[in-house]
């Protein structure tokens, strides 16, 4: 037992399980408020394994209670003031935020797929590396015609250092693959098509590869309502 779970009881709570908009910007805001030394604890349906990795960048441990089966306590104590490595506001890149739509159907449903992700995505030592994951299903999202993934695996790939080179083999190849109809009709008009535009165009001026995933995170972030997981009428609170 670390030093710190003793003091568990005290860290401040958020209980998240009644949210049904993307809780995640709140929670991450908050925890680089804090001081190294200070505690939080998020009660959730289901266990919060994306929230893991995004707390870890911020420098923070974490220990995971199964209060029972619908509710989950996890304490997070920050060891150390760490940064994420991706410039832009605290909730990037992308985490598999759609996983609450599914806790609003039934919780059970979404502890399985939150750990249907985590053996897709989390897996120690895979045997395909993360930009070729990230790139095929970019195309399984065309093909499947859900832009709003491919756009999201897209700036994710582009992130993690996908030149654009590959990006225009795979865009010729959506062409030959979808046809030239499909691709004039759904991808070109996209907002993946846009990001892929934006990221040339940027790239041609030579801006730094830095900036060019802050514009891409500023313009095809979770705001981008092409590109969020969550529907939200105009005036419509979470």
């Known amino acids: 037992m670390q030093d710190w779970e003793k003091q568990k009881e005290s860290f401040e ?28 604890c998020i009660v959730q349906s ?34 150390s003031a760490s940064e994420p490595d991706l410039p832009g506001d605290p909730e990037l890149p992308f985490k598999p ?4 739509n599914f806790n609003t159907i039934d919780p059970e449903l979404a502890d399985t797929v939150v750990n249907f992700w985590k ?27 859900r832009m709003r993934q491919a756009v999201r695996e897209f700036v994710k790939a582009y992130s993690i250092g996908v030149s654009i080179a ?15 109809g499909y691709f004039a009709s759904e991808i070109g008009p996209s907002a993946l098509f846009a990001a892929y535009k934006l990221v040339k165009i940027q790239e041609e001026k030579e801006v730094p590869r830095e900036e060019i995933v802050k514009k891409l995170l500023d313009r095809f972030g979770d705001e981008n309502p092409d590109v969020s997981t969550f529907y939200k009428n105009k005036g419509q609170n979470d």
Do not use: C
């Not at 910007?25 to 939080?40: D, F, N, R, T, W």
């Not at 935020?97 to 609450?100: D, E, H, N, R, S």
């Not at 590959?166 to 030239?180: C, K, S, T």
């Open 13 to 40: 709570i958020r209980d998240v399980r009644k949210l049904k908009g993307n809780f995640l910007p709140s929670i991450l805001k908050k925890a680089q408020s804090m001081e190294v030394g200070m505690g939080l």
């Open 46 to 79: 289901f266990e919060p394994i994306p929230l893991y990795s995004a707390m870890s960048d911020l420098g923070f441990e974490h220990l995971t209670d199964k209060a029972s089966d619908a509710e989950y306590r996890v304490y997070f104590y920050r060891s």
């Open 97 to 100: 935020t759609a996983i609450v």
């Open 119 to 145: 053996h897709i995505w989390g897996k120690e030592n895979p045997a395909i590396d993360m930009k070729t994951r990230l790139l095929l299903s970019l195309v399984n999202g065309v093909g499947a015609g």
């Open 166 to 180: 590959v990006f225009d083999e795979i865009f010729a190849m959506l062409a030959w693959n979808q046809g030239v």
